[in-house]
């Protein structure tokens, strides 16, 4: 691992002046968990930094009868004290308390997470299956949303353009709505996680994540009316030093008939 490469560096005042300083290298960040290592790396080399941590419109969190409305720069830890652990977003807040080390709650963000697009996140499988969107704001186009499922392009690639920034990450509520995630974990990052919702009318959304480059969502009639196996198989797992493809498509299996146990359904 080498030293940082020389950059300029940013600190606007406001989301004008963020949007004025960045462009194709010259890179927003907050937290910079992902961002910094993979420039020590030497996989990215940007220009210029535009630290958005001082800009306060992107650190408000609010729980609303629209759902959830996160700022791009609220840290994981900040949303963990904001969340009721037996509210609707109880199970949300406890994926979180299980994302990376406490030094990466501390100072990762949401919106930093799902820009940079990590394959092996928990969040946007998570999200994923909540039917989560993102706010973007250009200076020339103003604000579009995204759903997470439009954002999410693949490993480390997002729809979002070199002069857009992220603002807000929306979760709808989950309005009666049961929903777990698990993972299997080893190192740093989990090898695979499943997230598994019920609605209310009984249909069902799966989503898996980190056995495979972007993760896979399945809508489901009913939790009784599926195969577990079959999902796994149509999941493009990844084989490295975690685990072989068949090895991520067993732990994907399991993972859902654990995720369906704790939902209090039994698989016919």
């Known amino acids: 691992m080498t ?19 960045i462009g194709e290298s010259q890179i927003p960040y907050a937290g910079g ?6 420039m020590r790396l030497g996989l990215t080399r940007p220009r210029t930094l535009v630290d958005l941590k001082g800009l306060g419109a992107l650190k408000e969190v609010a729980q609303t009868d629209s759902g959830l409305e996160i700022g791009a720069a609220v840290t994981h830890h900040r949303l963990i004290e904001f969340l009721d652990a037996h509210g609707p977003y109880g ?14 709650r501390a100072v990762g963000t949401m919106g930093g997470n799902l820009c940079f697009a990590e394959p092996r996140s928990d ?8 039917d989560a969107e993102v706010e973007l704001v250009s200076a020339d186009r103003g604000t579009r949303r995204s759903a997470l499922s439009s954002f999410m392009r693949g490993a480390y690639a997002t729809d979002r353009e070199s002069d857009e920034l992220m603002t807000r990450v929306l979760v709808p509520p989950p309005d009666g709505t049961r929903y777990t995630y698990l993972k299997f ?8 996680g499943v997230a598994l919702i019920e609605r209310q009318d009984r249909t069902a959304r799966i989503a898996v994540g980190a056995a495979c480059e972007t993760p896979a969502v399945h809508e489901l009639t009913s ?16 084989s ?10 067993s732990i994907v299996t399991v993972l859902i008939r654990r995720a369906m146990s704790k939902l209090g359904q039994s698989h016919e």
Do not use: C, H, W
Not at 33 to 38: M, S
Not at 185 to 192: D, E, K, L
């Open 185 to 192: 974990q080893t190192g740093v990052r989990p090898t695979a």
């Open 3 to 21: 030293a940082l490469p020389a950059f300029d560096y940013l600190t606007p005042d406001s989301i004008d002046d963020a949007l004025a300083g």
């Open 240 to 249: 490295d030093m975690f685990g072989s493809k068949r090895f991520k498509r």
């Open 91 to 104: 199970p949300f807040r406890q994926m979180l308390m299980g994302v990376g080390n406490p030094r990466v």
């Open 223 to 238: 939790l009784n009316r599926f195969d577990p196996e079959a999902i796994a198989e149509s999941v493009e797992t990844t």
């Open 33 to 38: 968990t992902e961002l910094v290592l993979a």
């Open 123 to 130: 969040i946007a499988t998570l999200l994923l299956a909540l």
